[in-house]
Each structure stands twice: as structure tokens, then as C-alpha cells.
């Protein structure tokens, strides 16, 4: 088992940056690549970001490329996402998630997964 919580979700305005955490407990945490997605009222749940075991790959939804950036910390179990020049359509719950070994933009393979923090961008 692993066992995901998240942190750092808010009310921001448009253009303001917000800095999620998830930290992981459990099994090894470098065994696992981890993902964010997102979920809006009314919408699926959506990719956000993917990291590798070691973070030498990421990959990210079009709808954050170059906004957003995840990273991890193998020693401290925790992965990050950095959220910037953040927009209205970017409100929603945002959820880690955790799946072994590769990385996926398919919520479908992961298997563990946080409870969400709210994030909120006013315009």
C-alpha cells in the first residue's frame, strides 16, 4: 500500500502561482512514477503531469505545458507541482497519484491515488 497526501491548494487570482505537495508513505517510493490530474465540477478527471522513478522524464498535458512544472524528491517522498500564471479553467480538485514503475497520462493505471486539494483561480 501507499498512502498519497496532498497540500498547497487555495484561492488564488488569475495570473498567481500556486506550489501543490503530495507526500508518499508506505512502500519504496522510487519504485513508483507518479502523476497529478485534475477534476472540475461536472468533468472527467483529466491529466495534468507525469513523472519518471528518477524524474529524468516528464511529460505534461498541452493545457499546462510550459504553466506547470512536476517534480520529485526521492529522499523525502514527495512529489511537487509548481503552478504558474495560473487561469480560472485551471479550478478544479488535483489529485497525486502513484503506479509503478512508468509513467501514464491514463488515470486508469494508477493505483493509488491522494484525496485532492482544491484549487481555486478567481478571475
Known amino acids: 500500500q501507499v498512502q498519497l497526501v496532498e497540500s498547497g491548494g487555495g484561492l488564488v487570482q488569475a495570473g498567481g502561482s500556486l506550489r501543490l505537495s503530495c507526500a508518499a508513505s508506505?512502500?519504496?517510493?522510487?519504485?513508483?512514477?507518479m502523476g497529478w490530474f485534475r477534476q472540475a465540477p461536472g468533468k472527467e478527471r483529466e491529466f495534468v503531469a507525469t513523472?519518471?522513478?528518477?524524474?529524468?522524464?516528464?511529460y505534461y498535458a498541452d493545457s499546462v505545458k510550459g504553466r506547470f512544472t512536476i517534480s520529485r524528491d526521492n529522499a523525502k517522498s514527495t512529489v511537487s507541482l509548481q503552478m504558474n500564471s495560473l487561469k480560472p479553467e485551471d479550478t478544479a480538485i488535483y489529485y497525486c497519484?502513484?503506479?509503478?514503475?512508468?509513467?501514464?497520462?491514463?488515470?486508469?493505471?494508477?493505483?493509488?491515488w491522494g484525496q485532492g486539494t482544491q484549487v481555486t483561480v478567481s478571475s
Open positions: 513523472i519518471s522513478l528518477s524524474a529524468e522524464y516528464t
Open positions: 497519484a502513484a503506479k509503478v514503475y512508468s509513467t501514464s497520462d491514463s488515470y486508469h493505471e494508477y493505483r493509488y
Open positions: 508506505g512502500r519504496t517510493f522510487s519504485n513508483y512514477a
